[in-house]
């Protein structure tokens, strides 16, 4: 079964500084996508970046860079220098070998503290 | 700038009602989702369509039925509205095959069951 898990319900983290967003992943596929969106207040779901399973180098998109590791199943979220435009709800996703389907975490409530 | 809309932004209805809730993309995306959020549970995908007249149950398909006629519109039925199923609901759509195909979400649908 795909199961995507968050455990970080709600996180704080100081202006400027970096914060890590935590993911695990549980698939039998060998090919297989990693996602990161946002949510802010407003509601919109905006795409941050993606990782391949085959990917050898981790993503990154401007302050944002994924920490896939592999073997522990893990697809961790990086974001420096935070900015209090940052404060929004997170979610992990994955897209398995049903290239249609994508499975959502539950979310993490990122605040950003001036 | 490529869009996925939904119907309404705010929908308040009675309970044993008949709810459309309306979905259109401009992308010529093959796959089409309705996902419910709830707090806490992250998005559930609830059905999803990979072509016109094509659909496939997610997680909780329960309560609702769905309906592709045309590629860029997929509708989200709620046969009879019951108070449960009081949620935010969104619409994403995606391109098929691999790589970072991610999704694409309209802005969401609160919807109210009095």
């Known amino acids: 079964a795909q199961k995507i898990t968050q455990t970080q319900p709600g996180m704080f983290v100081q202006e400027k500084e970096a914060v890590t967003l935590d993911c695990t992943y549980d698939t039998s596929d060998q090919s297989y996508g990693l996602f990161w969106y946002k949510q802010p207040s407003s509601g919109e779901m905006i795409f941050l970046i993606y990782?391949?399973?085959?990917?050898?180098q981790n993503a990154t998109e401007g302050r944002y860079s994924l920490n896939f590791q592999k073997a522990r199943k893990s697809a961790n979220l990086v974001i420096s220098a935070s900015q209090l435009g940052d404060s929004a709800m997170y979610f992990c996703a994955m897209r398995g070998h049903n290239f249609n389907k994508f499975y959502f975490g539950s979310g993490t409530k990122l605040n950003v503290k001036p | 700038d490529v869009k996925v809309t939904q119907s309404s932004r705010y929908l308040v209805k009675r309970t044993g009602e008949k709810v459309f809730l309306e979905c259109v993309q401009d992308?010529?995306?093959?796959?089409m989702f309705w996902y419910r959020q709830d707090p806490g549970l992250g998005l559930r995908l609830i059905y999803f369509?990979?072509?016109?007249?094509?659909?496939e149950k997610g997680d909780i398909p329960e309560g609702y039925s769905v309906s592709r006629e045309k590629k860029e519109r997929f509708s989200l039925i709620l046969e009879s509205a019951s108070t449960n199923q009081t949620s935010m609901y969104l619409c994403a759509s995606s391109s098929g095959g691999t790589g970072s195909n991610e999704q694409f979400f309209g802005p969401g649908t609160r919807l109210t069951v009095l």
């Open positions: 369509s990979y072509d016109v007249k094509m659909k």
């Open positions: 990782q391949g399973s085959y990917d050898e």
């Open positions: 992308m010529d995306h093959e796959n």
